[in-house]
């Protein structure tokens, strides 16, 4: 059963910048180097959302709100995928999770000035 550790949330201001890292393990580095992974998140009131996505051949794919502010990669060695993200706003607090079917605990993610 692969386990996911989602990491470096936290409080920012406006404009500013966190990168997540997300770690897998319990799963071989060939399982994870196959497997297409995903950010998504929640916010109070919101609906689960998929914020971006990565397949093992490296295709990404983003949310209309995220696009050109955020980018999804994986480390396949690492057996992480990170979601670096720049020029937060408020409406991108959220918990953001990653999947890969299993499901991580979550890192909180707060835009406030």
């Known amino acids: 059963q692969v386990q996911l550790v989602e990491s470096g949330g936290g409080s920012v201001q406006p404009g500013g910048s966190l990168t997540l890292s997300c770690a897998a393990s319990?799963?071989?580095?060939?399982?994870?180097?196959?497997?297409?992974m995903a950010w998504y998140r929640q916010s109070p009131g919101k609906e689960h959302e998929m914020v971006a996505s990565i397949t093992k051949l490296g295709s990404t794919n983003y949310t209309d709100s995220v696009k050109g502010r955020f980018t999804i990669s994986r480390s396949n060695l690492k057996k992480t995928v990170y979601l670096q993200m720049i020029g937060l706003k408020p409406e991108d607090t959220a918990i953001y999770y990653c999947t890969t079917g299993s499901w991580g605990q979550g890192t909180q993610v707060t835009v406030s000035s």
């Open positions: 319990g799963v071989a580095f060939g399982d994870f180097a196959i497997a297409d």
